[in-house]
């Protein structure tokens, strides 16, 4: 049962094989028990998830249940949450109890899902590996000693360890996509504006993307369904027709053109990581698929621009917490400017703090036209190579990562060190662009090793259709850590 | 181009983080390293590029003027750090 | 030496939305703090801003009645600083493509008319307040206001004097609440002036130091505050000191501008586009709506009025220092077919009661119509002059019309040649001394004889025939 799929569950809900009473016991005690060696959860609360576990069983008794009715999830603790704890990894939100639902939990809540509780995630959604959490890091399941990558990394970690069916995450510049590469499980960053940001706690606004992580590209279809929408409270959210994002999961691979950027197997990508996409390439050939090789020439820049557009967002988007109206305030201070800096000084991490203060910096006077308007030259560089590229292929297919998850504490002394690991990731965002990790392998530690699919403007259908092919005829996603 | 220690205190003002004397070196020395990185971009000559602000190229959707939102000050402030008569409380404010 | 004066403003004018700029929370005054500050003004995690279209259409408003370029795409953009009462650490503005630019105001000092340059015109939200009573030594915060829709109006530096400048100020108060996109309310802030003054050496061509004076909420006040500065600018300088650049406040129990605080400490807003909103883009289809929807402006109603009514165009700019006072006027003028009688009126007496008694147009106690009925019985030489201020006297108090109170008073001017005659005859009669007087060619004595008849009419007599007809008795 607890290796059951999303679609699995929900099927074994409508035939009342099992309650969601039932089922949400099963994975608090399944909580109870790893939790506390994994730490992928900040917030449990089991009275809170059995009502609403039996309240998906009384609408299932009334015969008003959904499809996904009843099925647990774990959401990333950045979606703000009616009554429950949304701290988004950090000290100034420990005391942060939601008044209102992010639109993601308002259409989860709506499905009829159940909240398992709350995953760790990188303060503020700023790093690569979630140490930067003020609960402590995620171990990941795979290998305790090994970061479960960031910053969506309580969600991986959960699915990977089957303590929940699926999670929501976010992905700024890689967020979902490389803990679900590194923790062997599937995600998928939707489109710019395909997911509402409302109530999704900002790092950067002109980046940040909710989507699902489960176990299979099938899942995180269904799950991506729910997700999406329209909603008039973000203003960046796009007013399309509602899509069933599962409709082309069965379609054959024949003839589709898989683009193949040299840039992402040029040096610096690890012998074990390259290994496992060319032998998922191969797969894909054998599904039917053509490749051609592309070039995506300013990806390297990626870096520099991302590390300017992003602190420069977070900067400003950070500065409401000011101990003020709520979330954390200094205990002493002498007056109101001593207040605001030690409330902030406290309240945020390192990490974090470094961010603020590149943001601030690169958009200080003097500064801008540098940094901030040549980052945003430089994002429609890159925007521009990839539309190029979707001339000549349909998907975009590489690594997540240039390595296996690294080891606790590898990288952490070392800002720069853990931003050039983001190198594949990056550009998607910058670019608004959907892409997703599936599971493809394995390094020679054991580490798991995502396959990423990068797909044009609204193109999620397509992403999950190769994803679900390739899971057809592999087995890497049904794997799971030995806990 | 490097960050002075005076630059470090003065971003950490702008900010409003308090900084010891020793986190400006720390601090400063790794922002001089995350600026090495940034300093990449100057290489590229992005003459006549039109900056790209958003991911897509759409123009802002636009609400009608009504009143939706009702008084939820009690919910909004029982998380507040300090407040009395339905005012939000802080040091003295000075003009 | 003598010195120019140099003053440049930026208006802050409350938009009279029913919601906020970027949310659905009400904007009425006065409600109890924090009750209409919802998640967004609030500034909670996750929260974001949604634009207003009436914001965008008043803006457009204006800036058509300003003869204004509108930018068909504008850009909003975040103002960083913190401030208890501005909760999400930065003001939502617009900085590099605001709304509006170029436009034009037309003012008139004296009899000499000058156009003034409207730099720009953007649309911003409204910080909250922050309330110094004594809370045990701390400040409350009050974020009601927070997010009440604004457009910042920024003159160009182009006005010479105070009186340049208070004209400015009142033809864009007039057109804000002339276009009906601010109630006009100044004590409860809806329009709030910065006043930027610099002086220079008559002659010189660069401008000099400028200081800002902040958030004036009235006309008087910014009289005084910018004459105030003026002289200190002007004393400084000629003490052989120097202006620094600066922000002050105006103290209106004193009199006086003081410091608040100075360039060195001005602050840096790292402004930039606000990712949260996506460019505004405005269609021909949406100006051409607006611009059909406009009322008849100030300057076109002036100029309408010097025609039609045959006024003077200092009288036709007071008549159309508001809606209502050029609407009232225009009644009048027409129910009494005396445009020029009416606008005497209008901006004589009926300006200085309602001055006197603290009051606009719009409580005036004697309406268009009954004004017109006093303005026919003046025209008609049923009153003279001093008797129409008679019957406007007993107006004002009652909602008797000036027939009425003529008939009821007893107040008709005698123009019957039989009855002046009457009274002529006795008065020449009675004065023998004047007659005498008059016929050795002392002019003077006709007066005193005249003042004889009107005082034996009761002031009713009608002057020019009393005149007429003793200069045919004593001829």
Known sequence: MINATLKALSQQLAAKAVSSEELAGLYLDRIAALNPTLNAFISVDRDKTLAEARAADALRAAGQAGLLAGVPIAHKDIFCQQGWKTSCGSKMLDNFISPYDAHVVEQCRAAGLVTLGRTNMDEFAMGSSNENSFYGPVKNPWDLAAIPGGSSGGSAAVVAARLAPVATGTDTGGSIRQPASHCGVTGIKPTYGVVSRYGMVAYASSLDQGGPLAQTAEDCALLLNVMAGFDQRDSTSLERAKEDYSRDLNAPLNGLKIGLPREYFAEGLSADVAGVVDGAIAELKKLGAEVVEISLPNTQLSIPAYYVIAPAEASTNLSRYDGVRYGHRAAEYKDLVDMYEKTRAEGFGAEVKRRIMVGTYVLSHGYYDAYYLKAQKIRRLIANDFKAAFEQCDVILGPVAPSAAFNLGEKSGDPVQMYLSDIYTLSVNLAGLPGMSVPAGFAANGRPVGLQIIGNYFGEAKMLNVAHQFQQATDWHTKAPAL | MSLTHQDVARIA??????????????????????????????????????????????????????????DRRAAFQAIAPQVENGLFL???VIE | MKWEVVIGIEVHVQLNTASKIFSGASTAFGAAPNTQASAVELAFPGVLPVLNRAVVDKAIRLGLALDAKINQKNVFARKNYFYPDLPKGYQISQMELPIVEHGKIKILVGDQEKVIGVTRAHMEEDAGKSLHEDFHGLSGIDLNRAGTPLLEVVSEPDMRSVDEALAYVKVLYALVTWLGICDGNMQEGSFRMDVNVSVRPEGQKEFGTRREIKNLNSFRFLEQAAKYEIQWQIDTLEDGGKVQQATVLFDPDSGETRMMRSKEDAHDYRYFPDPDLLPVRISDEQIARIRADLPELPGAMQARFVESYGVSAYDAALLTSSLKQAEYFEAAAKASGQGKLAANWVNGEIAARLNRDGKEIGDCPIDAARLSGLIVRIADGTLSSKLAKQVFEAMWDSELSADAIIERDGLKQVSDVGAIEKMVDEAIAANPKAVEEFRAGKEKALNALAGQVMKASKGKANPAQVQEILKQKLA
């Open chain 2, 13 to 70: 003002k702008l900010a409003r983080i308090a900084v010891t004397d020793e986190e400006i070196v720390a601090v400063g020395a790794q922002l001089n390293n995350i600026f090495s990185l940034i300093e990449q971009m100057q290489a590229v000559d992005t003459d006549g590029i039109e900056p790209m602000a958003h991911p897509q190229d759409v123009s802002l959707r636009l609400r009608d003027d009504v009143v939706t939102e009702s």
């Open chain 2, 90 to 92: 802080v040091p003295k």
